[in-house]
């Protein structure tokens, strides 16, 4: 990994340098796709590095979920769910050690929150970074574990007294609701050859009282595990296929595998779900 990779582990291992930021300047509902905000980055020229009444963090993206991916073990992610009744609220920014992570906080119509650790969020904020494309290589992740709500007015992420910056309208609706999901379908072609590709269909719906993005695993069948996502509505389901790159995995060699069953699981927080398939012979398919 890079150096910056080595820093921001030692910094996810700290959890008094766990923390969320937000936007710079006091912007109200900037546009947003879906639930994330990245922020213009502006002059954080400060004279007093340790004040956080003069610090103006440099914070990259904010957005609001109700899971994460994150790595449960080499070469195998998995996908940790938010604790019943809440959601979750992260943002990345520039690893500066003049930024006190503990200076963050999140106002909730009124009530503030406190930067959580990854013990508290069920959400290890280094393998997050690792995992999405919102986090730049020279950002760590913090973030906040926040309780729904049945309507929320007004949500700020605050630095101090420093800057403030306000969610907006998409992501304070992910704040309203606890989504909880319930795939219906999931079926795979009867045949698969070790290193092509297949494709699964799959209807899944939200069975909560609240948006949510459904994300899922194919962890015992790959190499390198596909990660499923789609944006849910409450009440809703969706229909989709998504392609899988299927390989060989726990070390077992190719050419054991021709003519054997194998089961592909698709994991997500609420359940999981598996199918059976042939292994034909040895693919020289290039196809990913």
Known sequence: MPSQRSRRS?????????????????????????TTTTVAQTDTTTTTAEWTDTVRPDVGTVWVTDSVAHTAMVDSRMVSGSPDGTQLVFASYVDES???????????????????????????????ANSTDRVADDESVTGFVVDVRDTVDSATLEYG??????????????????????????????????????VADLTVANVGTGPGTFRATVPRATVWPTLIERDVAAGESVSFSTRITWSASDGAPLDRLAGEEYELVLSWPDGRRSERLTVTEQSTATDA
């Not at 910094?11 to 969320?20: D, P, S």
């Not at 992570?101 to 280094?126: C, M, N």
Request: proline share 11%; net charge negative.
């Open 10 to 34: 030692v910094l996810a291992a700290c959890t008094a340098l766990l923390a969320a930021g937000g936007c710079l300047g006091t912007e109200s509902d900037p546009p947003a796709t879906g």
């Open 98 to 128: 003049r930024v006190d992570p503990e200076a963050f906080s999140l106002v909730v119509d009124g009530e503030r929150y406190a930067p959580k650790p990854p013990a508290d969020t069920y959400a290890d904020f280094e393998t997050i």
């Open 161 to 198: 007294e420093a800057w403030s910056h306000d969610l907006s309208n998409p992501q304070r609706e992910r704040l309203t609701g606890d989504p909880s999901f319930e795939v219906r379908e999931f079926t795979l072609p009867d045949t698969v050859s070790p290193g092509d590709s297949l």
